[in-house]
Every structure is written in C-alpha cells, then in structure tokens.
C-alpha cells in the first residue's frame, strides 16, 4: 500500500529549476510521494512500522481487533545487514595504473575512512532503494536520500543536469521550532549554487541575506567554483529500472510476504491464549435471572464462589482447542518464499548447516545471494568510483577517472594458499596467463603485471647472483680444506721419514 504515494508521482521530474521560483509550493509532488516511501522503509529497518499497529478480525457477526505481533527476526533489517557484509567483508583491492599512485591513493583512503563511508552508502541504497554521498576535500559522507533529488534531462531522463540538496532552517519561537527558511545547495559539474529563501506553509519566499554557520550567504546567492570537473555529490540507486531515474529498496519483492507472515502468527498467538482461558460450564441452578433486565448471570458470593440450591453442581472448565497444522504448514510456505524473493536462500539468511563444510560448498550454495551481491554492487559501483576519483583530485592525486579499478570481492572466503593454487594451476596448465590471473584474483592491471614481472626478475637475478657468490665461496673453501689436508700430508711423511 505504501508504494502507491510513488505511483501517484512516478515520472514528475524535475528537469529545470523552477522550483526556486517565488510562490511556488516545495517540495514537488513526485519529492513528497518518494519522500513518504523513504520514511516508511526506514520504519521496516528499525521495526517501527508495526507500532500501535492491530489486526480487525470478525468474530461471529461482529469486528474486533486483536494485538500485532512482529516477528522475533526483523526479516528487513537481516536482509540488508546480510547484504552488506557479503559484499563488504572482503577487503577491497583499488589500483590506478601507477605503483607509486596506489600508495597515495590507499594511504588517503584509510586517512579518511572512505570505505567505512561507501559501506554506509551501499547499506543505505538496500534500505531505501537510493542513497547519497558528499565527497569533499576532507571526508567523503554518506546521508539519507530525503533531502536530495535530481534534476535531470528532460529529453533523457538517465542524465543527471544537477543535484539539488535542500535544507529546513527554523527558528525558536517560545518552545517551539518553527521553519522559516529553506538553504538550496545546487551541486553542478565544477560548481556549487547555495541560496537561502523565506519559507511559509509551504511556500518559497523571496531570496534572502542569510548568517548560516557563522558565514554570510548573500541574497540572491553564491556560487562557488569545485576546482574539478565532477559532481561532487554521488547519487547511489539500485534496481533503478524500476523507476527510470530512482532506485527500489530491495525490502519490496518481500514486504507482502513478511507482512503476512506476521498476520498469520498474530492469529494464531491469539487463538492461544483463548485456550489458556477456559469456558466454565455449570448446571443451571446457579444461573440467576434479573427480574427487571432479564439479564442472566452467575449467582457469585463476593464475586468469587458460586451458589448452588441443589445437592448436585457440576462445574467444570472447557478448554478451547484449534487445530493449527494448516496454519502452520502455511507459515513455513511463507518463510520458504522470503529465502526465495530475497534470493539469499535459508542457509545464508539462518546460517544454518549441518556437517563440516568447506569454503567451496559452502559458497556454491550461497551463490545466488553472492550473484545478488555482485548485480548491486555493479549498480553502485560507479558512483563509488567518482567519489573515490573526486576525493583524490580534491587531494592533489593526479588520475584519470577510467585508471581507477575497485574489486571489492564479493562473498569470496579463500585464503592465500587456495587462491595462489588455483593461479599456479591455471599458468602451468597455459589456460591463463600470469597477467591475466593477476588481473583476475589480485586486481593488478597489466602495467602492474609488468612491474611485478620486472621486480620478480631483479630478485631472481640478486638471488642467482648470491648463489654464485656461495658456490665460489664453497669451492674456495673446498680448495682451502684440500690444501691443508696436503699440507698435513706432507708434515705427516717428514715425520715419519724423520722417525
């Protein structure tokens, strides 16, 4: 039901920037609609969606709402903390072309923590579908897509004119904030527009002179100049075909699922605890008749013990049972269509297998969930590489943006002895070369490959040259011993010759 807010403004994009104008309403529809959308799938990750939430059952010819009961694994969250560390828990191997440039470059990687950043960004993009990253000299940063939208070519959706980042700014009135203005950061190829217009009900004001974080922005705004030539915010979406210019959370091919999963178990934790409270059934001489209502009720002593004129009372409990097979069997039906929607299996999602089973099996079977890690990281995979380009250039690093190469490994788990096996398996046996299994399981490009040839020559050489140098020393020392050994020859016969 949520996605309907996005079907209501699918394809209303902005492609100029009337949006600025005076008197126009902001946010735009189509940001309302995918704004709505963003805030919900939040609640799915945090498991807020369920608060006060109930289910309206009909009991006989009346309704009556039972408790919501969520289930103990937030399927949600499992789905994109399982994604995330697939792809993530691997280290990434980054090259440029240039030995000396990758010490550079991964030297600025871990001075500010840009994959720690990406990690984010990819973790948000599964939540929400999109997710944003700002790249600036100092620290690349990861934030939700909520105050961030595109504008785009109107004759070609796919290309991205700017990005517009806005800003709520309020102001203290008693004990209640009250927005007053909105900031417009508008982040083009090499340049950056900021301004600060008046905001009311909903409705932009005019440009105004504005103190924001002890700096003025003047009215009627500032531009700045990047010194490069990218954007310098990185739009994350994935499964973008769904939309055309946004991506979709991959909660959504499992929300029905989950959702009434979660309907099922509600019912049937409800149908058990009306059996833990029994019917009592008694015979009909301590059922009183009020005379004047004739309402028919329990003849109680101080509400608790019954009365009876008889000799003979039989009372006793009666227990409700159901029989919840059918349901139960209807429950798995459901757990074994999220392992299949989600497309990560039981044994990734649970973690559960039997026996001692090796890094190759294991990985086989988690393939399809491995294969889902590779399309997403695919689908992010460019974005990443203009953040880690613009923070480069940012720092002074020469690169072309097409030297730069991520491998980020995804779900691989063999270590150094197996994968170095495999290489030399595959160059004895001439069905790869050594450039290309370098390239393939060490992400070296064939300039890299070459150095590495070089460098494995120089020592060999060094080593052959040692070699040598033992051999010669041995054999002097060989001589040196044959030499004494006729010299104590020669000292043993004059001795004897002198006895």
Same mark, same amino acid.
């Given at each position: ?8 403004? +699918? ?11 005076? #008197? ?18 939040? $609640? ?6 369920? $608060? ?9 010819? @009346? ?63 599964? !939540? ?15 934030? /939700? ?6 504008? &785009? ?19 203290? =009135? ?8 909105? =900031? ?13 217009? @008046? ?5 932009? #004001?005019?440009? &105004? ?24 915010? *990185? ?28 309907? $099922?178990?509600?019912?049937? $934790?409800?149908?058990? /605890? ?13 059922? *009183?008749?009020?005379? @004047?209502?004739? +309402? ?88 990443? =590489? ?20 991520? *491998? ?7 270590? /150094? ?9 595959? !160059? ?19 300039? *890299? ?16 040259? @040692? ?10 020392? &060989? ?21």
């Amino acid at each position: 039901m949520i996605d309907i807010f996005r079907v209501l403004s +699918k394809g209303q994009y902005d492609n100029d920037f009337s949006f600025l104008q005076y #008197g126009r309403t902001f946010p735009s529809n189509e940001v309302q609609g995918r704004n709505i959308v963003y805030r919900y799938r939040h $609640r799915q990750y945090t498991g807020e969606y369920s $608060r006060n939430k109930k289910i309206t059952v009909r009991k006989q010819d @009346q309704e009556m709402e039972i408790p919501y009961k969520v289930l103990s694994v937030n399927y949600f969250k499992l789905l994109t903390n399982k994604m995330t560390d697939l792809v993530f828990n691997n280290e990434l191997v980054i090259r440029s072309g240039d030995i000396e440039r990758d010490k550079l470059i991964l030297a600025l990687v871990d001075k500010y923590n840009w994959v720690d950043s990406i990690r984010k960004a990819f973790k948000k993009s599964t !939540i929400f579908g999109d997710a944003c990253l700002k790249t600036t000299p100092f620290t690349p940063s990861a934030f /939700d897509p909520m105050y961030c939208f595109k504008v &785009v070519d109107k004759s070609d959706i796919s290309t991205t004119i700017a990005y517009v980042l806005y800003e709520y700014l309020s102001e203290k =009135r008693g004990d209640i904030d009250v927005i007053t203005h909105i =900031r417009f950061e508008i982040h083009f190829k090499g340049k950056i527009y900021e301004c600060v217009k @008046q905001f009311t009900a909903g409705t932009l #004001g005019l440009s &105004v002179d504005y103190t924001y974080r002890g700096r003025l922005i003047p009215k009627g705004g500032h531009w700045f100049d990047t010194g490069i030539d990218e954007f310098m915010i *990185q739009y994350i979406s994935i499964n973008q075909e769904a939309d055309g210019v946004y991506g979709e959370s991959i909660y959504t091919e499992i929300t029905d699922v989950v959702y009434a999963l979660e309907q $099922r178990i509600s019912t049937n $934790r409800h149908l058990l /605890d009306n059996s833990m409270a029994p019917i009592l059934a008694v015979s009909g001489d301590v059922i *009183q008749t009020d005379e @004047q209502t004739g +309402k028919r009720s329990l003849k109680l002593i101080n509400g608790q013990f019954l009365v009876s004129r008889g000799e003979n009372i039989d009372a006793k409990p009666v227990e409700l049972t159901y029989n919840l097979d059918q349901s139960n069997n209807f429950i798995e039906m459901l757990k074994t269509l999220i392992y299949e929607l989600t497309e990560m299996g039981k044994t990734f999602l649970t973690g559960e297998y039997t026996g001692n089973i090796s890094e190759e099996s294991l990985n086989n079977i988690i393939k399809g969930a491995i294969d889902k890690g590779n399309r997403l990281i695919t689908e992010s995979y460019t974005a990443f =590489r203009d953040s880690l380009y613009v923070l480069c250039r940012l720092n002074g690093i020469a690169v072309e943006k097409e030297d730069i190469s991520i *491998q980020f490994n995804v779900g691989r788990a063999d270590d /150094d002895k197996a994968v170095a096996d495999v290489c030399t398996t595959l !160059i004895n046996n001439k069905v790869l070369s050594k450039a290309t299994v370098r390239e393939k399981y060490y992400g070296m490009n064939k300039e *890299q490959s070459a150095q590495e040839d070089e460098q494995i020559s120089l020592e060999n050489g060094s080593n052959t040259k @040692q070699l040598e140098n033992i051999d010669e020393d041995s054999n002097n020392e &060989v001589k040196n011993i044959e030499e004494t050994k006729d010299s104590e020859k020669e000292i043993g016969g004059t001795s004897n010759e002198a006895k």
